[in-house]
């Protein structure tokens, strides 16, 4: 766990926040945007100086100790068993310790995410809201889809299923809004954030491939040939098999339409997929495997 207040000075309005999660997709950009803004930022993460790890609550304590406010990523996924009980005794130390805001970041259309929802709100802190995202455009690029990309082929069992992707930098931009902004738009609240349009994900392997001006080519599969792909990439059975099952109880089209979640908190539109994949591809983390 790092301590930096990004300027040798905490900030006596924000004061220090805790980012769960702080390097990897959503909670990476948070922290920068706080930093960004003057404010004291702490990391939270198994690999951070004094880890914080969700399967390891003694390690808790030590990372809300003195914090005013906390971005709280759930890992693996917030819809996963346990993860709501997790959410839950966290919120709940949280509120011991003095923390005034918490930010949940929850997933669209998720059963078990909802209980995570739950849970944060049940613990009563001053101010708690939640960020509910659409599907990660970063997933082509910094989760589960990028080696595929580079490797020419997207395989996925999701064929005609429109998704809003939604680009980790407008979840970053709302959630540091709902940790550092009037406390009454959004304590209580729910944001649902998407991208402004849906694309299926072979529009989107297009678009990335149109963007990296090289074939990438979208493969259908069966959930259960997903799952095996996982493993057989060294990806743990257990978790494979939750994420595949996920996967098959989310992707029947039910969280296809666009929100105006990210106009309603920032007043602007959400960036759209084909400036993710232009800006993305400018970076040459798409460059083939060999
Ligand atoms: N990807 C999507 O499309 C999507 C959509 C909606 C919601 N979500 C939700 O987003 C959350 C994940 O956020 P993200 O995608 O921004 O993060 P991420 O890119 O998956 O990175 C995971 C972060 O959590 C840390 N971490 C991993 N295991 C941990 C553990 N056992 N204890 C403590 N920290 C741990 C990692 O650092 P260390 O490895 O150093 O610990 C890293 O900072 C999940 O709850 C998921 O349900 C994802």
Do not use: C
């Not at 300027?7 to 805790?18: A, Q």
């Not at 910094?142 to 998704?163: K, L």
């Not at 392997?205 to 259908?220: D, F, K, L, N």
């Amino acid at each position: 766990m790092t301590n930096d207040d990004g300027n040798g000075n905490e900030n006596t309005r924000t004061g220090t926040v805790l980012v769960l999660g702080g390097t990897g997709k959503s909670g990476r950009r948070v922290a920068e945007r706080l930093r960004a803004r003057g404010a004291g930022v702490r990391i939270g993460s198994r690999g951070t100086e004094t880890p914080f790890d969700w399967e390891r609550p003694e390690t808790w304590p030590a990372a809300v100790s003195g914090v005013r406010s906390a971005y709280v990523a759930y890992s693996p996924d917030v819809g996963f068993p346990g993860a709501s009980e997790a959410v839950g005794a966290f919120a709940e130390l949280a509120v011991r310790e003095g923390v005034q805001r918490l930010v949940l970041l929850s997933g669209r259309g998720e059963p078990g995410a909802r209980r995570s929802e739950e849970a944060l709100f049940a613990a009563g802190a001053p101010a708690a809201s939640v960020v509910r995202a659409s599907f990660f455009a970063q997933n082509f690029s910094e989760g589960f889809f990028a080696d595929m990309v580079r490797s020419g082929a997207v395989a996925f069992p999701a064929e005609g299923v429109p998704e809003p992707f939604i680009d980790a930098g407008d979840i970053a931009d709302v959630a540091v809004e709902a940790l550092t902004g009037d406390p009454a738009r959004h304590a209580g609240r729910v944001h649902e954030v998407t991208g402004p349009r849906a694309l299926t994900f072979p529009e989107a392997v297009a678009e990335v491939s149109a963007a990296v001006g090289r074939e990438i080519a979208y493969v259908p599969l069966a959930f259960e040939a997903f799952r095996d792909g996982m493993v057989g990439q060294g990806a743990p059975p257990e978790f494979a098999a939750r994420l595949t099952e996920l996967f098959g109880e989310i992707l029947d089209g039910r969280n296809s339409a666009a929100t105006g979640g990210v106009r309603d908190v920032l007043g602007r539109e959400a960036a759209d997929f084909s400036e993710y994949a232009k800006r993305t591809a400018a970076t040459g983390v798409w460059a083939p495997s060999s």
